[in-house]
């Protein structure tokens, strides 16, 4: 069923010039002029096709048409509150759901979420496996983490990242073969593919040769010892980005995330 368009702006206004029987005051309250409160008055007339307001001796007046309307229409007002109230809600949730590559959930985001629920016990997440292609619309999301060269049509922010590095096993060779997976940098002559980054690591640690995977995913393995760095990083225009469309990025739950992860 089509709804009837309503000019909310007239009847917030004859809402307020109804409780004080001025348009002095209601302008006031409304933070308008009196001239302004009096345009919308009549343009809301012209439209009901009804008069709102008369003026006699004793000052401003509701008509029967005007007094018929009242009651509903705050009660209308109320039932507004209310809905906002209700999609408000979801702010103060402690529910989080993030979308991420798996490899980077299983190697840098759950210790991460580990400590940040430490920290607030209250905290639940849902997490989901997902690729650069995040569909918000469908999977009811909160934040996503993808790799690319940034957030494409979202909101977002930079994992803080050295950018790429080539690890193998303690005991590899230099010129050991290489590892590929989908985001190699180089695969001629690889050994092994895989895949995805992590997987990628894991070949590596394993001595089936060397990869070049992203710092961040690599950090935790290199600061253990179970894979080693050939080399110094190499700075990429591709990296991880926290990235939400722009209502849901405005969220305090979402903005307090973001900062923590992105310390």
């Known amino acids: 069923m089509k709804r009837t368009h309503l000019p909310l702006n007239g009847l917030r206004v004859l809402d307020a010039a109804a409780r004080h029987l001025s348009f002095t005051r209601a302008a006031d309250e409304l933070a308008v002029t009196p001239a302004a409160v009096g345009q919308q008055i009549r343009a809301l007339e012209d439209t009901l096709g009804v008069v709102l307001f008369r003026r006699t001796t004793r000052g401003l007046e509701l008509t029967p048409e005007g007094e018929a309307g009242l009651a509903p229409l705050r009660d209308?007002?109320?039932?507004?509150?209310?809905?906002?109230?209700?999609?408000?809600?979801?702010?103060?949730?402690?529910?989080?759901?993030?979308?991420?590559?798996?490899?980077?959930?299983?190697?840098?985001?759950?210790?991460?979420?580990?400590?940040?629920?430490?920290?607030?016990?209250?905290?639940?997440?849902?997490?989901?496996?997902?690729d650069e292609t995040v569909d918000f619309t469908q999977a009811n999301l909160d934040l996503a983490i993808r790799w690319g060269e940034g957030p494409g049509e979202h909101e977002g922010e930079a994992l803080e990242s050295d950018g790429m590095v080539t690890v193998a096993a303690p005991a590899v060779a230099i010129d050991a073969p290489l590892i590929a997976w989908p985001g190699s940098p180089d695969d001629t002559g690889a050994l092994v593919r895989v895949d995805d980054a992590g997987l990628a690591i894991d070949?590596?640690?394993?001595?089936?040769?060397?990869?070049?995977?992203?710092?961040?995913?690599?950090?935790?393995?290199?600061?253990?010892?179970?894979?080693?760095?050939?080399?110094?990083?190499?700075?990429?225009?591709?990296?991880?980005?926290?990235?939400?469309?722009l209502p849901q990025w405005r969220q305090a739950k979402v903005r307090a995330l973001v900062d923590a992860l992105a310390q």
Do not use: C, N
Request: proline share 6%; charged share 20%.
């Open 203 to 245: 070949a590596a640690a394993a001595g089936l040769g060397r990869a070049t995977v992203p710092q961040l995913l690599a950090a935790a393995d290199l600061a253990s010892g179970r894979v080693i760095a050939m080399g110094e990083p190499v700075p990429s225009r591709l990296g991880y980005w926290l990235v939400a469309p």
């Open 76 to 130: 209308g007002f109320l039932q507004f509150e209310e809905a906002v109230r209700a999609m408000q809600a979801g702010q103060s949730s402690k529910s989080l759901t993030i979308a991420a590559p798996r490899d980077l959930t299983d190697k840098w985001l759950m210790p991460r979420l580990a400590a940040i629920a430490a920290a607030d016990r209250d905290l639940r997440f849902v997490l989901i496996g997902a």
